[in-house]
Every structure is written in C-alpha cells, then in structure tokens.
C-alpha cells in the first residue's frame, strides 16, 4: 500500500493559518485558567471571489476535521467552498478538537461516544435500504474504527456549552466581520443563537440537518429547553421562562435580530434528522426568519444519511447549497448556477 496518499492530491495554491478566540478567565485555588477557548483555521483562494466568508460549526461530539478530508480520502467541503471562491474558516467547538477541554475549568464531561451511537446516527438499520451514500462498507471495522476516533466527549451542561459558544462564535465574527454561518446537527442551535447576539453580523444560515425540533431532549447531549436552543434568546416580547414559549401560537413572539435572515436546513433523504429539522425551521419562520428546508431528493441528490457531508456524492449534494448560497447572498444576476462536480 502507497502510504504517500498526498502525491495523488490535486496541488492547489492557497492562503492559510489559524486563530484563537480566548476563553474566560477562571480562579481556582488562587490561581488563573482559561475556560473554552476556540480554535480556528481558516483558508482562502489566493483571489476571494465571494462577498462573505463562511465559517463551517461541526457536530457534536466531532471536531472541524469533519469539513476537511471525507472518511474515504475526497476532498471535503471546506476545500469545495474555498475553490467556489470562499474564504473558509473552521472552528473546532469549545472542549472539542483542537479546543482543550477540563473538567476544573468547563464541568463535568458527557458520555463518551460508542461505536453503537455512531451507527444509529449515521447509518441506521431503519433506513439501510435507502442509504446508499455511506462511504464504507458497514462491516468495514478498520474503517469505523478511523471514524470514531474523531470523537469526544461533550460538555454535560447544553445550556454551559451552547452558550459559550456562541459567544466564541460572536466574537470570531467581530473580529472577521460579517460572515455566512455553516453548521452541522448539534451546532445548528448554535447559529440561531449566533445570530441572535450579533445582528447584521451574519449573513445567512445553513444548517444541515440541524439538532431538534424545539423542547427537544437529545439522548446524551441534553434538552433544548428554551425551544430553539438550550438557552434563552432575545424574543420580542420578552420572554421569562421556557414554558411561555412552548405554549405561545406560531408568530406570538419574535426574533427582531433573524427578522428576514436568510435559512437554510439542508436535510437527507434517509436520515431522522430531516423530519426533526423541520420543526425549527417552521418556529423560525414564526419568529421572523426568512427560512426554508432544502431537501436534497427534491434537487436530485439521493441516498444520503445525516452524515451528508462527506458521504460518496458529497460534491453533489454542495452544489444545490452553493446555488441556495448565491442566490440569497449575492447579486445573481452577474452570477451563474454552480454545477455539480461527480
């Protein structure tokens, strides 16, 4: 077996590097920690053709790496979206990837993440006859073993965790400027919450295959408590507890800061999650959003799972997303549709 895998990658000429967001100042025992700082790297062509970047928020449990390389070695949608002219920022979520984690300093830790979870997420039996997209075999072990390793424990507070990050998130976005937010499964209630902190700083959304539906209790992940996400956000009127939402009529409160915010859920046609992403879609667009599912059957791309992202026809299932991209973020009438790449 040819080890060098890089000699056959395509050569490309990029701009490239990395940042940290700094955490907060913590005290323990007289002395100073760093709680959840965030780790971003970020790429650019050498010309930058598009008008905002995109920053690119990972799953649960994962960490950035999910956007760069797919599990069987194609180029992943990080490299995709920098050769549609993107500059592309990756951020490893507070206490996952690159971002350390402590329990002294960010809590107790959540489970850890079994090879059984990983299969019931990403290719469940359920949906084994529409699931074609997997990019290795289901008995491949050596494969599922490189797999899992990407993963980690939560945090096990939701609340303590989305909150931090979106405040990471924030400031990355202050610190960048106005950029287009990208996530995956269990940051989707982390854009919304972006958004909501930094109006104007966000362009748009896309969520692929975002965590829910509202007041939803997520198996070893926690509860969205306040509806769209585990904490509470700025509604209009004011809100003061959970259960005001959950009994409010559709359009009884507001989000002025998504008021008219281009989203996007992205959702699979064999995947669970595409059914519990249109909840929050429906309760955003109540809300003010200007939101919208993107089903990937109805744009002719067929036979993916949650894992949609780096699944055998990833490139195909980019290009309605780019073309959803363009025509909500740009003047598309100097712009042309983006094709698929097979």
Do not use: C
Request: aromatic letters at 10%.
């Amino acid at each position: 077996m040819n080890l060098a895998f890089w000699k056959n990658a395509v050569p490309r000429t990029v701009r490239r590097g990395h940042m940290w967001i700094a955490g907060d100042r913590v005290e323990r025992n007289g002395a100073t920690y760093q709680s959840g700082p965030l780790f971003v790297e970020w790429e650019a062509p050498e010309q930058v053709t598009r008008p905002w970047p995109i920053v690119l928020l990972h799953g649960g449990g994962y960490q950035g790496t999910e956007w760069f390389d797919t599990p069987d070695g194609r180029p992943g949608w990080a490299q995709r979206l920098v050769e549609a002219g993107y500059a592309v920022l990756v951020a490893d979520r507070p206490g996952q990837g690159r971002s350390p984690f402590h329990v002294e300093t960010m809590g107790p830790m959540g489970p850890a993440f079994s090879y059984e979870h990983g299969r019931h997420i990403y290719f469940p039996s359920e949906y084994e006859d529409r699931h074609t997209q997997w990019p290795f075999a289901r008995n491949d072990e050596a494969a599922m073993d490189e797999f899992i390793a990407g993963y980690g424990p939560l945090p096990a507070d939701l609340a303590f965790s989305q909150d931090i990050e979106a405040d990471r998130i924030a400031k990355l976005l202050d610190r960048v400027g106005p950029a287009i937010l990208l996530t995956h499964s269990a940051s989707g209630p982390v854009g919304w919450v972006v958004a909501d902190r930094r109006p104007g700083l966000v362009k748009a959304i896309v969520a692929v295959e975002p965590m829910g539906p509202p007041f939803a209790n997520i198996p070893n992940i926690g509860s969205l408590a306040w509806g769209l996400a585990a904490v509470p956000m700025n509604w209009e009127p004011p809100v003061s507890t959970p259960e005001e939402l959950r009994s409010a009529k559709p359009g009884q409160y507001r989000l002025p800061a998504l008021a008219g915010l281009p989203i996007v859920a992205v959702t699979a046609e064999a995947s669970a999650f595409a059914a519990a992403s249109r909840p929050a879609i429906e309760q955003l667009k109540a809300a003010g959003g200007n939101a919208e599912v993107l089903h990937l059957p109805d744009h002719g791309v067929f036979g993916n799972g949650h894992g949609l992202i780096y699944e055998k026809n990833s490139d195909d299932a980019l290009a309605p997303v780019l073309n959803w991209l363009i025509e909500h973020t740009e003047d598309t009438e100097e712009l042309g549709p983006v094709q698929g790449q097979s």
